[in-house]
Each structure stands twice: as C-alpha cells, then as structure tokens.
C-alpha cells in the first residue's frame, strides 16, 4: 500500500470560498476558492475504514498568477508572476528516520560478516523454503531473493552487498511462517 507526502499548487479564479455558483468562463479550479495556495497533501490506508485518506494542508496562501514550482530535496521553489513577481522558497522539516532493532533469539540463522564489505553469508539451519528482504533505513526494498526446497542441513547462503552504499540496513528473512529481522551493517 501508498503511504507518502506529496503538494501541489492550487490555482482557482472566479468563485468565492463559499462554493458559490460560477459562471462558465469562470476558470473553475479544484478547491472552489479564489486564492492560489501551496497545499500539502498526506495520502494514508486507513485500515479500519479499507480505505485511502488524504489530509490536505495548505502552506502558503494568495499567490497571484503562478508560473512554475520545483522540488529539491526539502526546498519548493515557486515562480510567481503576479503581486510582486518573484521566485520564492520554502524549507520543509525533514523527517528524520529512525532504526530500531527487534529483539531476536534466531538460533536457527546467523548472520556474518557484519559489518559487510562485499558479500554477506547467513548459516540457515532450517529446511522448506528461505527469502530474504534486504531493505534501506526508510523501508525502501532494495533486494529480495528466495531459496527453496533446503533440507534440514546446514546451508550457508550468500548475496553480494557491494554495490549498496556505506549504511544500515534491515535484512527481512521468511522461513515458513516465521519472519526475522536482522540489522545489517555495511562498510566500504
């Protein structure tokens, strides 16, 4: 499922913020409201409801005759050419990440080297089926591998990590219907 951030700017001419009826030359606009806006807009899963939520927010008011608007990073750049005509921008907070490590007493998997330069190897005791999830520190899935049909012997498994950037990492391994977490650290 989506989870995420995005905005967008909003350009409506002819109405009032009341939703009064417009004429048909009026321009109508997506929020029924004669400003120009900068909106945030957050779109979840509501799991309760089996549906998707959008949370709108707007950030800026009352331009005039908008041109263009860039993201960078945590800058939007908006071009005006109205009231005063200008490029004007505005930081966002960065979300910060966090990382926290489950508690795990897998003595059926070992995971080493860690940290990793080039390649990692997991010692598997474990017999049907094994996959792996090697994800980044925001979630982002980067890897995914699976192994079938493993006897109940011990089996060594390996996977290269050297093109993937000096970090932390969480590799999501499966077995059956037992799911593992490992903290993954890589060092170039």
């Not at 999830?133 to 699976?146: A, M, P």
């Amino acid at each position: 499922m989506y989870n995420g951030d995005g905005f967008m700017l909003s350009w409506t001419k002819g109405l009032d913020s009341c939703g009064c009826t417009a004429t048909p030359d009026s321009f109508i606009g997506p929020f029924v409201d004669p400003g120009q806006d900068l909106v945030h807009l957050d779109l979840a899963f509501d799991n309760a409801a089996g549906n998707f939520k959008l949370h709108a927010t707007r950030i800026v008011t009352n331009f005039k005759n908008l041109v263009d608007a860039d993201i960078d990073s945590n800058k939007i750049y908006i071009i005006e050419n109205g009231n005063t005509s200008g490029l004007y921008e505005f930081t966002l907070p960065v979300k910060q990440a966090t990382f926290v490590e489950p508690i795990t007493d897998d003595k059926e998997l070992i995971l080493y080297p860690n940290p990793a330069r080039d390649e990692i190897t997991m010692l598997v005791n474990e017999s049907g089926t094994v996959s792996i999830k090697l994800l980044d520190i925001n979630g982002q899935q980067l890897l995914t591998r699976e192994w079938k049909n493993f006897d109940k012997v011990e089996r060594h498994i390996t996977f290269g990590c050297s093109d993937l950037a000096s970090g932390c990492y969480t590799l999501e391994i499966t077995k059956g219907n037992s799911i593992t977490f490992k903290k993954v650290n890589i060092m170039h």
